[in-house]
């Protein structure tokens, strides 16, 4: 008897169905991944079962007994403990107290028990853990064992842990497997969901992958490869179409040389010795999975955040440490990857976002600002790439996801850059608009600028990219020649396994040393 | 089985009709609560709500007096919108008036013996200069310690009042004042000219005018202007056009700084004509009520500062008509703000009825890929 299966469960949202007919089945002592890519579904599954939302469809058996979970507290009382990605603790009361205040009245107000079991616990699963230490002076790593000791408190029977090694250094992640492994010896079930492949194939004895809200598919991640289940994530049955001629890239536009970073932000990803150049005439595509590095890549190719100043090269002149207004001087263009808050502002009007990026375009005369321009500029962008609206003085929130991409693709396209570099072009954009962006972006290419792509559509990449390449927990994988690399390789790149060839740069890439 | 509730639904867009219409549901409010509250303490309503807002604008005489009260809320109102346009919460309005009229005193006590109006320009200038010292401690603050500009802004204002305080009672003290804590009659030279002799209006209207229509060309038509709206907006987009946030910041409460800093040294070399402890009725305070009930539109911000003018000499009115406590100007500009406040919510939300089937089974309709 499984501790927790799921059958058809359905949970649809207005426009959009997350989870249809989802089926899963986790037994005790079993550690179980739920993978999949970012909006496949998965956050809204894991909130089914920790009854934060509530499905339209479909039964949720518990030990084998049919149930309704009525919310998150009727949940943790059967045994369902859940450890978020941010985590909840309040950083000036110690771990004793943060631990308290999620307990019952009774419980609760005994702190000196309470500490003395928090390090039993603790210390049982390998945790050190001083449960008189305020929060604040812990390390990431350690705050995530106060949520894991939280759950553990109580009794439980099924852990789920969203993403839990996307905050911890290699070392405690060991950690914190060989904590899971104890408790699933205990026979805790365990929901694991992860977008790494390989912590997946180490740890879990089941997978279950969602692809737009249905499963994609059931394995044991013990006896097949991560670059089967990366196949499983992206999909099977799409064909990777190669409907445009793939160009040869000329001279260099951008350099990218030995770039390492590391954020303040303790959920960020940092970059390693990261190198790559995008020639003029050429998309470059990046893939891989979300939260790998490429928020932070793009924020510092961008101007958003900035680096060393020889580690950024754009034709000729190092850039690193240039704020984004001047980089757009060079020639530089940016699709970020949110339209709304971020490359749109969204109470604005279409005529003064189109202003955003493209003031050194002459718009701006001593000064003030020159609207008839500005209206034109934006007026051709509306015409020459379709977008539908409700005129000029439409606000960008009230258009739709695609014809908003579009106007945004077409106001960076627009400035005729050198470099365009664009986050995850058509995330979330119908087909149609889809088709508009890649031509468009073809069309920049064969107008001789230098294309860089992160995406995490891989048909799309394999598509639009003359030369493609992954990045993995900030590492860039060999960047090589879209048909030379086959779908099981880039999958195991997207994995982080690079093979003999990430030791050197490689096809003409100059080595810098 | 239906169930009939209340609910609130949001908007898909801002309805523009009630964000001009809230304003005026809560001047309705407000009146009607006003009523209320005279009827409760034993007045006619209506002929109160007459006394205090009517009456007082009977005669020109009530409307110079109107203008006199105009011009401060309107300069310090618009600094304080070009802050809140870039959701910087200034609410030191307050204690930038009150140095501006502090450092205008000073000022103005240097010239006692000056024979020619010129030297009124220098005394602006001091005034101005005052408050937008005063504004600058708060953009150091937010800009290099990233304090929290509400706080900051409150806390100067009381330490604004204590500096006044010390003045009046020290330096700035009359020597033949017989020991009042005021500073000496300043000379008729040091005084805004009248815009007619009647009346004690003066031109430091015209500068309210001048600053509503100077800022508002300001934020509508120049990149600054542009760029500041944009950081308001979204600072996510503003990062992403790479405009510079500490920057904008520093000029947005320069300039309100300055625009209160005039408003107070015109009051002193204005109607009140000397330093004295209580050279403001709270009008930094009540402009924070002006931007908000004007829209932040210019033509807005006149009628508002009207209104919130009014609501002056009404408490006046109703204390020496009626012997109410004047302290009602208070609760008047209280009440405004709260039922705008709670008005403003229809603008992005609307009441709706539900009826509601029990037993509804809930199936899933169209096919639509989960984004």
Redesign the interface.
């Known amino acids: 008897m499984a501790r927790l299966a799921l059958t058809g469960i359905?949970k649809?949202y207005p426009?959009?169905?997350?989870?249809?007919d989802v089926s899963l089945e986790v037994k005790a002592g079993e550690i179980h991944a739920l993978l999949g890519e970012n909006?496949?579904?998965k956050s809204t599954l894991m909130k089914i079962i920790y009854g934060v939302v509530k499905p339209?469809?479909g039964t949720f058996l518990w030990e084998g007994q049919a149930i309704t979970v009525n919310g998150p507290s009727h949940a943790r009382s059967m045994g369902i403990g859940m450890v978020f990605q941010h985590f909840s603790l309040f950083e000036t009361l110690t771990v004793a107290e943060n631990i308290a205040l999620g307990l019952p009245k009774e419980e609760g107000r005994d702190l000196a028990a309470l500490s003395k079991r928090i390090k039993e616990v603790s210390q049982h699963y390998n945790m050190g853990l001083d449960p008189e230490r305020y929060v604040h002076t812990l390390s990431v790593g350690e705050q995530q064992r106060v949520e894991i000791v939280r759950c553990l408190l109580q009794d439980i029977k099924l852990l789920i842990l969203d993403e839990p090694t996307s905050v911890l250094t290699p070392q405690e992640v060991k950690g914190l497997f060989k904590t899971l492994n104890t408790l699933s010896e205990e026979g805790c079930a365990i929901l694991f969901i992860s977008h790494k492949l390989d912590e997946v194939t180490e740890l879990c004895h089941g997978a279950t992958i969602l692809r737009?809200?249905q499963v994609s598919g059931d394995c044991n991640p013990q006896q097949v490869t991560s670059a089967d289940i990366a196949r499983m994530m992206v999909g099977n049955d799409t064909p990777l179409s190669e409907d445009y001629v793939k160009a040869e890239g000329k001279e260099a536009v951008l350099s990218i040389r030995e770039l390492d970073y590391r954020s303040d932000d303790p959920f960020a990803s940092p970059l390693h010795k990261l190198s790559l150049q995008v020639k003029a005439g050429e998309i470059l595509g990046i893939a891989g999975v979300a939260g790998n590095g490429q928020d932070e890549l793009m924020a510092l190719l961008?101007?958003?955040e900035r680096c060393e100043k020889k580690a950024i090269n754009l034709l000729g002149e190092d850039i690193g440490d240039l704020?984004?207004?001047?980089?757009?001087k060079l020639g530089f263009a940016?699709v970020?990857e949110?339209r709304l808050?971020?490359?749109?502002?969204?109470?604005?009007s279409l005529q003064?976002n189109a202003?955003?990026?493209s003031?050194h375009l002459g718009l701006?005369n001593k000064?003030?600002?020159n609207?008839a321009k500005v209206s034109e500029y934006a007026q051709n962008v509306i015409t020459k790439y379709k977008v539908k609206s409700a005129g000029l003085s439409a606000?960008a929130?009230?258009l739709s996801g695609g014809n908003l991409q579009k106007f945004i693709i077409g106001r960076e396209i627009e400035q005729n850059p050198k470099l365009l570099v664009c986050s995850h072009p058509t995330w979330?954009v119908d087909i149609g608009a889809s088709i508009l962006i890649r031509h468009a972006l073809i069309d920049l290419r064969d107008r001789g600028a230098a294309i860089l792509v992160v995406s995490e559509d891989i048909d799309e990449l394999y598509q639009i990219s003359d030369r493609i390449c992954a990045i993995c927990h900030g590492d860039l994988s060999p960047i090589k020649k879209t048909q030379e690399v086959n779908i099981e390789t880039l999958g195991q790149w997207m994995a982080g396994q690079f093979g003999d060839e990430s030791a050197g740069p490689t096809e003409g890439e100059p080595a810098y040393v | 089985m239906f169930n009939v509730s209340l609910k609130l639904e949001k908007r898909p867009?801002?309805s523009q009709t009630m964000s001009f219409l809230s304003p005026l549901l809560a001047i309705l409010l407000t009146l009607i609560c006003g009523g209320i509250l005279f009827a409760l303490l034993g007045h006619d309503p209506l002929e109160a709500l007459y006394t205090f807002f009517i009456s007082p604008l009977s005669d020109a005489y009530g409307w110079a007096e109107l203008g006199i009260k105009v011009a401060p809320l309107l300069l310090c109102a618009t600094g304080l919108m070009m802050c809140f346009k870039a959701k910087i919460w200034n609410i030191g309005a307050e204690g930038q008036f009150i140095m501006g009229g502090l450092g205008g005193s000073w000022a103005a006590l240097q010239f006692m013996d000056a024979s020619s109006s010129w030297v009124l320009v220098p005394i602006m200038l001091t005034g101005m200069a005052s408050g937008l010292a005063w504004a600058a401690i708060t953009a150091y603050l937010k800009t290099h310690f990233k304090a929290n500009e509400i706080l900051t802004t409150i806390m100067l204002n009381y330490i604004a009042v204590n500096a006044l305080l010390w003045a009046v009672h020290g330096p700035l003290k009359d020597p033949q004042g017989f020991n009042f804590p005021e500073s000496a009659l300043f000379v008729d030279t040091t005084l805004l000219p009248l815009i007619n002799e009647d009346y004690r209006l003066n031109i430091s209207i015209f500068f309210g005018l001048f600053a509503v229509v100077a800022v508002w060309t300001l934020m509508s038509?120049?990149?600054?202007g542009?760029q500041i709206?944009?950081l308001g907006?979204?600072a996510?987009?503003a990062?992403?056009?790479?405009f510079?946030e500490n920057q904008l910041t520093w000029f947005a409460l320069l300039t309100c700084g300055a625009l209160a800093g005039l408003a107070g040294v015109s009051e002193v070399t204005g109607p009140i004509g000397q330093l004295i402890p209580s050279i403001s009725p709270g009008y930094g305070y009540a402009a924070i009520i002006v931007v908000f009930l004007g829209r932040m539109n210019p033509i807005g911000l006149v009628f508002a500062s009207m209104l919130l003018a009014l609501t002056y000499m009404g408490g006046e009115m109703v204390q020496m008509e009626m012997a109410l406590p004047k302290s009602l100007t208070g609760l008047f500009q209280g009440m405004l703000l709260f039922f705008l406040l709670a008005c403003d919510l229809l603008i992005s939300y609307r009441v709706v009825l539900v009826k509601k089937m029990l037993d509804k089974k809930?199936?899933?309709?169209a096919?639509?890929?989960?984004?």
């Open positions: 359905t649809a426009g959009c169905i997350a989870n249809q909006g496949a579904g339209d469809a737009n809200g961008s101007g958003e704020p984004p207004g001047l980089r757009r940016f970020p949110e808050g971020r490359g749109a502002v969204p109470d604005m003064q202003l955003l990026s003031s701006i000064g003030l600002i609207f606000q929130k009230s979330g | 867009s801002d038509r120049t990149w600054v542009y709206q944009v907006e979204d996510k987009a990062r992403y056009a790479g510079k809930v199936s899933p309709s096919t639509v890929d989960a984004a």
